[in-house]
Every structure is written in structure tokens, then in C-alpha cells.
Nanobody, 121 residues
Framework: QVQLVESGGGLVQAGGSLRLSCAASGSISSINAMGWYRQAPGKQRELVAI???????NYGDSMKGRFAISRDTAKNTVYLQMNSLKPEDTAVYYCNADLVAFGRRYPSEYWGQGTQVTVSS
């Protein structure tokens, strides 16, 4: 069984910063990529940032220059540093992982339970 556990969400004022963490645990053979998506009320889930096993990164357009994704391979953990936060960044942030579990041949996608980020104006 694979689990993704997120932490670090909360309430912050506009212009402030938050750091999210997501730790993958369980029967993991290899991780191809980990990242973050977010979903605001009444909106579709959108890409925030992803990082691959080769450390390639990709960001959603509105996050570029403000957010930074990084990972600790030894801990199977991905981090999202969010700076210059805006009220429109308010959403539930979900951790995502594309990984191969032990005993499996192909990768599967896993999701965390989500963590709320609220940015007040």
C-alpha cells in the first residue's frame, strides 16, 4: 500500500509564504515524478508544479517565479515553497505521485488527501 501524506497548509496573508511537504510511504519501488495540483471552489484541478526523477520541473503559468518545487529522494518527499502568495492561490493543494509499487510492472498515479491553503487579502 502506498500513501501520500501532505503537510504545511494553512492561512497566510497576501504576500506571505508557505511551504508544503508531501511524503510518499509504503511499498515503493521507484518514483517517476511527484508534484502538486490545486483545486479552488468551482474550478477544475490545475497543475501547480511537478518534478521528475531527473529533476526536471514544470510549473503552472501563474506559479512561475513565485513557487519552487524540490525533492528529497532519500525521504521520498517533495516540497513546494510558495512565495508572494495571492488570494487567488487559495485552494486545496493535492500531492500527486507517479510511481511503481513493489510487485507491479507499470507505474500508477497516487493522490494525497489534500491540504487547504487560504490566502487573505
Amino acid at each position: 500500500q502506498v500513501q501520500l501524506v501532505e503537510s504545511g497548509g494553512g492561512l497566510v496573508q497576501a504576500g506571505g509564504s508557505l511551504r508544503l511537504s508531501c511524503a510518499a510511504s509504503g511499498s515503493i519501488s521507484s518514483i517517476n515524478a511527484m508534484g502538486w495540483y490545486r483545486q479552488a471552489p468551482g474550478k477544475q484541478r490545475e497543475l501547480v508544479a511537478i518534478i521528475t526523477r531527473s529533476d526536471a520541473t514544470n510549473y503552472g503559468d501563474s506559479m512561475k517565479g513565485r513557487f519552487a518545487i524540490s525533492r528529497d529522494t532519500a525521504k521520498n518527499t517533495v516540497y513546494l515553497q510558495m512565495n508572494s502568495l495571492k488570494p487567488e492561490d487559495t485552494a486545496v493543494y493535492y500531492c500527486n505521485a507517479d510511481l511503481v509499487a513493489f510487485g507491479r510492472r507499470y507505474p500508477s498515479e497516487y493522490w494525497g488527501q489534500g491540504t487547504q491553503v487560504t490566502v487573505s487579502s
